[in-house]
C-alpha cells in the first residue's frame, strides 16, 4: 500500500474499474428490490397489509439512517495492511448473503411483521457497511476531478446492469414457465446469494486501494455537524434527498400505476422498468462526458430538468400500446443515472475541500451522510402507500376494483410529485459553489502538503 497523490496517480485500466465496479451487480440488486420488490412482494405474496409494509420499511429505515454515520466514522478510522474500506466490504459480504436468503428465499405466506421487520434491519444494516465501503474506495482510487466522474460512471453503469439482470430474472421466470412471480423472487435471491462473494472476492484481488494522507477524524458532534453548515454539503444532501425521493415513488407505485391505471399486467409492467434501467445505461456515459464539459453540478442541474419533463410526459401516455409505452419509458430514462453517480462524485469533491480546510479526511463519514439523506428519500417516497391506504386504495382489489378518488390519488401521487421534485433538484444546485476549478486548486495544494509530509 502507498500514497498516490492527484499529479501522480494513475488513470485506471478499464480491466481494474470493472473489477471494481462488480460488486455493484448484486448491490443494485437489493436497491431495486429494497424500493419496489419486497415492499410489493411482502404485501401481496406474503400478505401483510399495504400500511403494516409501510411503517415497518419506514421504521427500519430511519433505525438504519442512525448507523451510517458510525459505519462512515469508523472507516475514516479504520487502518490495515489490507487498505481501510476493503476489510468493510468483506465483512458486508456474509451478512448480505444470509439476509438475502432469508428475505427472499426462505420467507413464507402468512409471515409475521416482526419477521420483516428483523431481517430486514439486518439486511440494511450490511447494505450500509458494504455500499460505504465502495463507495469510499471509489473516492480514493481515482482523486482528479474528471477521473472521478469516470470511476462512478463506471460504478454507476454496473449498478444499472445489475438492476436489469434482476428485474429481467422474474419474467424469464414466468415466460418460460418455470414458475409464478414468487418462484422468481426466490431465484433472485438465490442470484444475489452467488453473486456477492464472486463480485466482492475479485475486486479484493484485482483493485488496489490507495492511501490518503490526513489526521485521524475526533468524534466529536459539533465536527460532525459542521458539515451540515458547508454550502457545499448542504446544496448535495438537498439536492440527493430530492433525487431520492422522486424514482423512489416510481419504483413503489410502479406496478399499481400500470396495472390499475393503465391495464398492463405485472410482467408487462415489470418490463417498463426494464426499460427505463436499460436506457439509464445507455445514457451514462453522455452524462459522465457531460459533466467533464460543464461541470457536475452543471450538468446535473440539466439531467435533472429533462428527467423531470420527459418523465412527466412518458407518464402522460394513455395505455393499450405497449410498444409505445415502453419507447416513451426508455427516452425517459436516459438521464435517470446522472443523478446517482454525479452526486456521490462531487461528495468526494467535497471530502477533498474538507482535507484542505480542516486537515481531516472525514470521507467515510461524508459519504454516510449521502447515503442517509438517500435513504431518507427512500423514507419519504413510502408516505404514498399511507396516503393510498388512508384513500382506501388496495393493492390487490376485490371484484369492484379500486374507488375513483384512489385511482385519481395514484396517478398525482405517481405523475405529478416526481417531476416537481426533480425540477425543484435542478434549482437547488443554482450557485453550487465547488466548481471544477475551485477543485483542481484543491487537488494541487493537497498534492503538495502530502509530499511534504512524506518528505
Same mark, same amino acid.
Given at each position: 500500500m502507498s500514497t498516490v497523490a492527484a499529479s501522480t496517480a494513475p488513470r485506471r485500466s478499464n480491466a481494474v474499474l470493472a473489477a471494481f465496479s462488480g460488486p455493484c451487480l448484486p448491490l443494485a440488486a437489493f436497491g431495486v428490490a429494497l424500493p419496489v420488490t419486497l415492499p410489493e412482494f411482502y404485501a401481496t405474496f406474503v400478505g401483510l397489509e399495504l400500511g403494516v409494509v409501510a411503517a415497518v420499511f419506514m421504521a427500519v429505515r430511519l433505525i438504519d439512517i442512525v448507523f451510517d454515520p458510525f459505519i462512515g466514522w469508523g472507516m475514516d478510522r479504520t487502518k490495515t495492511r489490507f487498505g481501510r474500506y476493503r476489510p468493510w466490504m468483506a465483512l458486508s459480504t456474509p451478512m448480505l448473503m444470509l439476509a438475502a436468503f432469508m428475505m427472499f428465499v426462505v420467507v413464507q405466506p402468512g409471515a409475521p411483521a416482526v419477521y420483516l421487520f428483523g431481517w430486514l434491519l439486518f439486511l440494511y444494516l450490511g447494505f450500509s457497511i458494504g455500499t460505504l465501503g465502495q463507495l469510499g474506495w471509489a473516492a480514493v482510487l481515482a482523486p482528479q476531478y474528471d477521473q472521478r466522474s469516470r470511476v462512478y460512471g463506471w460504478w454507476q453503469v454496473f449498478n444499472i446492469i445489475g438492476v436489469v439482470l434482476i428485474l429481467v430474472l422474474p419474467t424469464i421466470v414466468v415466460k418460460t414457465g418455470v414458475g409464478d412471480y414468487a418462484a422468481g423472487v426466490r431465484i433472485m435471491g438465490w442470484a444475489i446469494v452467488i453473486a456477492l462473494p464472486v463480485t466482492i472476492g475479485l475486486a479484493m484481488v484485482a483493485v488496489p486501494e490507495p492511501v490518503t494522507k490526513g489526521d485521524q477524524p475526533h468524534g466529536s458532534l459539533k465536527a460532525y455537524l459542521s458539515l451540515l453548515g458547508q454550502k457545499t454539503v448542504r446544496k448535495l444532501l438537498i439536492a440527493d434527498l430530492l433525487l431520492g425521493v422522486a424514482p423512489g415513488i416510481t419504483g413503489s407505485l410502479l406496478f399499481f400505476f400500470f396495472g390499475q391505471i393503465r391495464g398492463y399486467d405485472h410482467t408487462q409492467a415489470g418490463l417498463f422498468m426494464l426499460v427505463y434501467f436499460v436506457a439509464g445505461l445507455c445514457g451514462a456515459p453522455f452524462w459522465a462526458w457531460f459533466a467533464t464539459r460543464v461541470g457536475k453540478d452543471?450538468?446535473?442541474?440539466?439531467?435533472?430538468?429533462?428527467?423531470?419533463?420527459?418523465?412527466?410526459?412518458?407518464?402522460?401516455?394513455? *395505455?393499450?400500446?405497449?410498444?409505445?409505452?415502453?419507447? +416513451? %419509458?426508455?427516452? @425517459?430514462?436516459?438521464?435517470?443515472?446522472?443523478?446517482?453517480?454525479?452526486? $456521490?462524485? %462531487?461528495?468526494?469533491?467535497?471530502?477533498?475541500?474538507?482535507?484542505?480546510?480542516?486537515?481531516?479526511? $472525514?470521507? *467515510?463519514?461524508?459519504?454516510? =451522510?449521502?447515503? #442517509? &439523506?438517500?435513504? =431518507?428519500?427512500?423514507?419519504? @417516497?413510502? =408516505?404514498?402507500?399511507?396516503?393510498?391506504?388512508?384513500?382506501?386504495? $388496495?393493492? +390487490?382489489?376485490?371484484?369492484?376494483?379500486?374507488?375513483? &378518488?384512489?385511482?385519481?390519488?395514484?396517478? +398525482?401521487?405517481? =405523475?405529478?410529485?416526481?417531476?416537481?421534485?426533480? #425540477?425543484?433538484?435542478?434549482? &437547488?444546485?443554482?450557485?453550487?459553489?465547488?466548481?471544477?476549478?475551485?477543485?483542481?486548486?484543491?487537488?494541487?495544494?493537497?498534492?503538495? /502538503?502530502?509530499?511534504?509530509? /512524506?518528505?
Open positions: 452543471r450538468g446535473l442541474a440539466v439531467a435533472s430538468i429533462v428527467s423531470a419533463v420527459l418523465y412527466v410526459g412518458a407518464t402522460l401516455v394513455p *395505455g393499450g400500446n405497449f410498444a409505445l409505452t415502453a419507447v +416513451v %419509458m426508455f427516452i @425517459a430514462g436516459l438521464p435517470y443515472a446522472a443523478g446517482l453517480f454525479l452526486t $456521490r462524485a %462531487m461528495m468526494a469533491d467535497a471530502g477533498d475541500e474538507e482535507r484542505f480546510e480542516t486537515g481531516v479526511d $472525514r470521507t *467515510g463519514l461524508m459519504l454516510s =451522510i449521502l447515503s #442517509a &439523506t438517500t435513504k =431518507i428519500g427512500h423514507v419519504v @417516497a413510502l =408516505i404514498p402507500y399511507l396516503i393510498l391506504q388512508w384513500v382506501g386504495f $388496495r393493492a +390487490v382489489p376485490g371484484a369492484t376494483g379500486n374507488s375513483e &378518488t384512489a385511482l385519481i390519488t395514484l396517478q +398525482v401521487l405517481f =405523475i405529478a410529485v416526481p417531476g416537481v421534485l426533480l #425540477a425543484l433538484a435542478a434549482v &437547488t444546485l443554482k450557485n453550487y459553489p465547488l466548481t471544477a476549478e475551485r477543485h483542481d486548486a484543491i487537488r494541487k495544494a493537497l498534492d503538495q /502538503r502530502d509530499a511534504e509530509v /512524506r518528505a
